[in-house]
């Protein structure tokens, strides 16, 4: 296993436990994709690539009319030497021509994984847990170098793919696309799986047959977005949660992304991914080097929940960094549906009182603590405590909560600025914008130039100093509006189309900053809810808030949905108030508690006005959570049924030593002569004999997965249902 090279054909196998994925240099020094799938002990060609005659499919020999690029299965294709599909790069020259030709040059190879320049990735702890292989290819004529980079994590069944491209030559290269990873199937048997989604309704799992033509996700927002997501997965036919192949690609970047799929004429299919083309390009001087974000790549035969577990394990381990990485995420109680921006100290101290009483380990601060903010239209920028609402500072309320016996923390919005704030009237030129043309403003504020460094440095030192000012462990991170007007001053008229990438690297060498600065606070990513729940954000900050749509029904869908990639640890997931604040409706208390401990659980609700009753349920609930929170932050996730396809979600967790199990069932709507139905527990040791931890009962592990509990037929709608099993010992 690991990766094996046939130095005499230049054939690179690189072989996980469970999977292939093979390449080879052929004629002319191209180098093809020959297979990816199920693990082969040795790859001997029983799969040859058949040369022959297409019309309309151009011949780089003359000589020779069955050799077509446009028919070839290749690793990395070019733009213009007979491929009519998508390229994976494309590169216009001095002279205005965007024909370019990469050969193979030569092949690396090495234990460990190397670090992206300035941007984020999976890594390793030991050298051992990963090879890297680095084919480098060459266009002579340009003088250019694009580096191809895999990492195989041969116990986890992982390939990461990226690009470096690199200017040896004597002229200016504008680099149009440059895409991390494009994979050619020699097939169109597929189904293609997405996630889409807007503001408060989030990672919506779609899945369609594939066409011939081009299938495309995408976002030219500046962000990776709610609207669809940087990740694709072409599955077969019949492929469901516990069987079938899946081959999967997620993204780890945080802006402007390109994901499709494209069915040739002869039902080939190539699959590409990366910084979407759309409005970019980069220029490349001689001596100058880009590098492409990260592509995790993924291959199953035991379907779309073998695929997920695979992505959180990764993820959680190898994606997440810091001390909070390998620890229970706290309980916290946030204030802004309970006040919005009505509130001072007094008020805060109160909610802080009630969520002591029931339990609460964290108290987070939202919006409208600082400069003059008493709405959406003033403020962001000015990092300073609102004195009139908070006139002894922040230090005075950290401390009155923390005395309580609970961590305090706090939300910002870093990357915004409003018209209305001593930091735009002082740099009113700080702001992305275009030269003489008005400002499209979005929730009353416009997006800081993070490409400029005189901006970083200012957000650097101002969210530094209020996080020195007083005894925070976590912060907030917002970002609530999306880029238009996107250009930079800073920025010469033929680099402008690359300022939202710019930005992007702007902003994680922000993050870097700020998390290595402060190693002991908390950071969770929010972008108006799930709106960048993405990979890269994630190597900065280990969860996020996934939706600002806190009702627990819509959130059966979003959780689901996003569980499909990210592990329920990276997920925050709040009980609220009812009628929900988002969509108007009314769940059970009970209802909302386990939709919400199927994640980070916290509270965002104003426990002040909560009758006895209720305040015991909370805290409650509360207890039970932190029996679990092992199991559900650090467990294995098993989706049982979908929300998408029914009436009805049901999902359980098991320890990683199979010793102990938590399931959640819901059902939407009650229905006449509903049917009997049964949920079928997953993952548990079919030899273990299981005790239920409220009724004593003993099932073994086969019984409970093959045979399943029985559901009680209930008369209402948004009905809930928590088993907890453990191992029993004699």
Known sequence: ?????????????????????????????????????????????????????????PNPDPLDRTFSLD??????????????????????????????????????????????????????????????????????????TVTLSYSLYEDRDVITRSVQFANRGSQNLKMLRTLSASVDF????????????????????????IVPGIQMVDSCRGASSPQQAPFLALVRKGTDEDQGEVYAFNLVYS?????????????????????????????????????TPEVVM??????????????????????????????????????WEATYFDFNAEKIEQIAKEAKQVGVELFVLDDGWFGKRDDSSSSLGDWVVNQRKLPNGLVDLANRVRNLGMEFGLWFEPEMVSIDSDLYRSHPDWCLHVPDRPYTLGRNQLVLDFSRQEVCDYIVKGVSDILSSAPITYVKWDMNRHMTDVGSIALQP???????????????????????????????????????????MLYYMPQTWTSDNTDAISRLKIQYGTSLVYPPITMGAHVSSVPNHQVGRITSLETRGYVAMSGNLGYELDLTKLTLEEKEVVKQQIVLYKEIRPLIQFGRFYRIFNPFDGNEAAWNFVSEDQSEAAASYFKVLSEPAAPLRTIKLKGLHPDYLYQNVETEELYGGDELMNIGITLPIIKQDFVSMFWRFKKYRM
């Open 494 to 536: 033929e680099r402008q189309r690359e300022t939202a990438h710019r930005y992007i690297l702007g902003l994680y060498k922000v993050m870097e900053e700020i998390t290595t600065k402060f190693p002991d606070i908390l950071f969770e990513s929010c972008s108006s809810g799930g709106g960048r729940f993405d990979a890269g």
């Open 1 to 57: 296993m690991g990766i094996n090279i046939d130095e005499e054909q230049l054939l690179f196998h690189l072989q996980g436990k469970k999977t292939s994925y093979v390449m080879q240099v052929t004629r002319d020094a191209y180098l093809v994709h020959l297979y990816w799938g199920k693990r082969v002990h040795t790859y001997r060609g029983s799969n040859k690539i058949i040369f022959m005659d297409r019309v309309f499919s």
């Open 255 to 291: 802006g402007n992304f390109t994901a499709q799929v494209q069915v040739d004429q002869y039902r080939n299919t190539r699959v590409s991914m990366g910084i979407n083309p759309f409005d970019f390009s980069w220029l490349l001087e001689p001596g100058e080097t880009f590098q």
């Open 71 to 144: 028919t070839l299965p290749q690793e990395y294709p070019a733009y213009g030497r007979g491929d009519f599909r998508v390229p994976a790069y494309e590169i216009q020259l001095d002279n205005g021509s965007t024909v370019t030709d990469l050969r193979y040059k030569k092949y690396r190879m090495y234990k460990g994984k190397p670090k992206l320049k300035g941007l984020p990735s999976t890594y390793v702890e030991d050298e051992n847990e990963a090879e890297t292989l680095e084919i480098i290819m060459e266009d002579k004529l340009l003088g250019l």
């Open 186 to 209: 020699r097939d169109d048997e597929y189904e293609l799986i997405t996630l889409h989604g807007a503001h408060g309704n989030e990672k919506n799992i779609v899945r369609r047959e």
């Open 298 to 335: 993924v291959y199953t035969d035991k379907g779309l929940g073998d695929m997920s577990r695979i992505y959180h394990e990764l993820y959680s381990e190898r994606l997440s960094r810091g001390l909070f990485r390998d620890k229970v995420r706290p309980i916290l109680i946030n204030n």
